[in-house]
């Protein structure tokens, strides 16, 4: 990008050294994505952590991202204050913690774009002075040593998914490795399989790298390569770090004792001790005082899935029968990590009884009523069931025992019942051929006859089958 001229510029309270460039990168907003629909940045996903990551706004025209780094500021890309029309700052400067429009809006008093920034990769730095404190956030510190090739690193937005797709405003993370270095730029490539790349709307944003136990922004993303998702490039900030300390005044964050909290991590779903069958849901809770990042979920020892958003629900099918443990390890942003541990007992199908149903019984003898705790015995709580879920039947107004099922497994259930979808979950009853099934949203079940007698709801869990007759024909 060829440079024209340089100029100084005051706005007001605003002083900022200009570099005019004859052409911008894509009007301003040239880099950023990281999302996770189906587009070309395909594992990108929603980032509800990096608080101190918000959306940068120039004179209502540029939309870009940009970094908390100290209590007033902020750390972003050049050409994102910058008019490239006119070469001009873009006045207002407005950064908003918690995204845009719905986040908290701080007003920039003093914006500093890199003296020798030519457009393009050369030195696309500034640095945004705010009015005020940010005192609800953790800021993020930044990086003094040099990076590595295939170093992994971690890149955050609130860009496109992929090239005109979607809208600004989503703040996305995607992994990604450094695939090449200069003294001043490091490169990233590609998208799909394990990473994620950048697209427009990213630009000013974050590239994480863990240094020390604790998340360190290492780049500040500036231009990419072709297409959404082919290459990244952004400014190295240890290339930078003594401008940017000169330019902050001295307002740089470092890494306090507030770093050195873990994670609190509860499983809530299944309770310790709970006999199931061979399908279910596992529930976390995890929090901290910075904010989590990912929780991992082990089975007797193995990692099985990881989550990077809550809420931290893991499904989990053909769970081996017998005695298993089941480990959640939540890690925050500085690399820290809990871990809380549930063993339940798997049977291969789950606990005997058949559930109650509308239907007359037979003549003769009444059947013998199921072992209490038992699949079908009468309940009023869940720890009264042997499987932990008491169900309800709006219809009857009763309530009995039931066991979440594998809808995959024809033999999931006891004999005389199925396994019937409830929301993200299945639970085990009777088929009735005068009804079928409907799960809330409008997904059909399956197969003549749908469910059995009612709506079924596990308390506590808010699950629950909306029904409706089906005329005979």
């Not at 590609?190 to 000013?204: A, I, K, L, P, R």
């Not at 994670?263 to 006999?275: E, K």
């Given at each position: 990008m060829p440079l024209t001229r340089t100029n100084t510029n005051f706005f007001s309270s605003l002083a900022i050294s200009i570099v005019v460039m004859t052409s911008g990168c894509n009007d301003a907003v040239v880099l950023e994505a990281v999302g996770q629909r189906e587009s070309a940045v395909v594992n990108g996903t929603s980032d509800s952590g990096h608080p101190a990551v918000g959306a940068l706004h120039s004179g209502n025209k540029a939309a870009c991202t940009a970094t908390l780094i100290g209590k007033h500021t902020v750390l972003t890309a050049a050409h994102c204050v910058i008019d490239s029309d006119t070469g001009m700052l873009m006045q207002p400067v407005n950064f908003y913690i918690g995204g845009f429009p719905g986040g908290s809006k701080y007003t920039a008093v003093a914006v500093v774009v890199h003296p020798t920034y030519a457009g393009g990769n050369q030195s696309d730095v500034a640095v945004v002075r705010l009015g005020q404190d940010v005192t609800q956030v953790q800021p993020m510190p930044i990086a003094s040593s040099a990076p590595s090739q295939g170093e992994s690193v971690l890149l955050v937005g609130y860009g496109l998914p992929a090239e005109e797709t979607g809208e600004f405003g989503v703040k996305r993370k995607a992994p990604n490795t450094i695939g090449k270095m200069t003294p001043t730029v490091i490169t990233f490539y590609?998208?799909?399989?394990?990473?994620?790349?950048?697209?427009?709307?990213?630009?000013?944003g974050p590239t994480f790298a863990t240094r020390g136990g604790v998340e360190t922004q290492i780049g500040v993303h500036s231009t990419k390569g072709g297409?959404?998702?082919?290459?990244?490039?952004?400014?190295?900030?240890?290339?930078?770090?003594?401008?940017?300390?000169?330019?902050?005044?001295?307002?740089?964050?470092?890494?306090?004792?507030?770093?050195?909290?873990?994670?609190?991590?509860?499983?809530?779903?299944?309770?310790?001790?709970?006999?199931?069958?061979?399908?279910?849901?596992?529930?976390?809770?995890?929090?901290?005082?910075?904010?989590?990042?990912?929780?991992?979920?082990?089975?007797?020892g193995n990692q099985i899935s990881e989550l990077t958003a809550a809420p931290f629900k893991f499904p989990v099918q053909n769970v081996p029968a017998g005695n298993n443990t089941f480990?959640?390890?939540?890690?925050?942003?500085?690399?820290?990590?809990?871990?809380?541990?549930?063993?339940?007992?798997?049977?291969?199908?789950?606990?005997?009884?058949?559930?109650?149903?509308?239907?007359?019984?037979?003549?003769?003898?009444?059947?013998?009523?199921?072992?209490?705790?038992?699949?079908?015995?009468?309940?009023?709580?869940?720890?009264?069931?042997?499987?932990g879920l008491c169900a309800l039947d709006t219809v009857t107004n009763q309530r009995f025992c039931t066991a979440l099922c594998d809808i995959n497994l024809a033999d999931s259930c006891p004999g005389g019942s199925v396994c019937q979808p409830t929301g993200d979950k299945a639970v085990c009853g009777a088929l009735h051929d005068e009804l079928d099934g409907s799960l809330s949203g409008g997904c059909s079940v399956a197969g003549r006859g749908g469910l059995a007698s009612g709506v079924w709801l596990l308390l506590g869990l808010g699950l629950m089958l909306v029904l409706s007759r089906r005329p005979r024909g």
């Open positions: 590609g998208t799909g399989g394990t990473q994620g790349n950048v697209c427009n709307g990213d630009s000013g297409v959404c998702g082919q290459e990244g490039n952004d400014m190295r900030v240890d290339a930078f770090h003594a401008w940017i300390s000169t330019q902050a005044q001295g307002d740089i964050y470092a890494p306090g004792p507030s770093d050195q909290v873990p994670p609190s991590v509860q499983i809530l779903n299944p309770l310790v001790g709970a006999v199931l069958g061979p399908a279910f849901n596992v529930d976390v809770k995890a929090s901290d005082d910075v904010g989590v990042t990912r929780v991992a979920l082990f089975l007797n480990e959640a390890v939540a890690f925050d942003s500085a690399g820290r990590s809990g871990s809380a541990v549930a063993s339940v007992t798997v049977q291969s199908k789950p606990p005997g009884g058949t559930p109650p149903t509308p239907q007359d019984p037979p003549a003769g003898d009444p059947p013998a009523a199921p072992t209490p705790g038992s699949y079908g015995a009468t309940c009023t709580e869940h720890a009264q069931c042997s499987s």
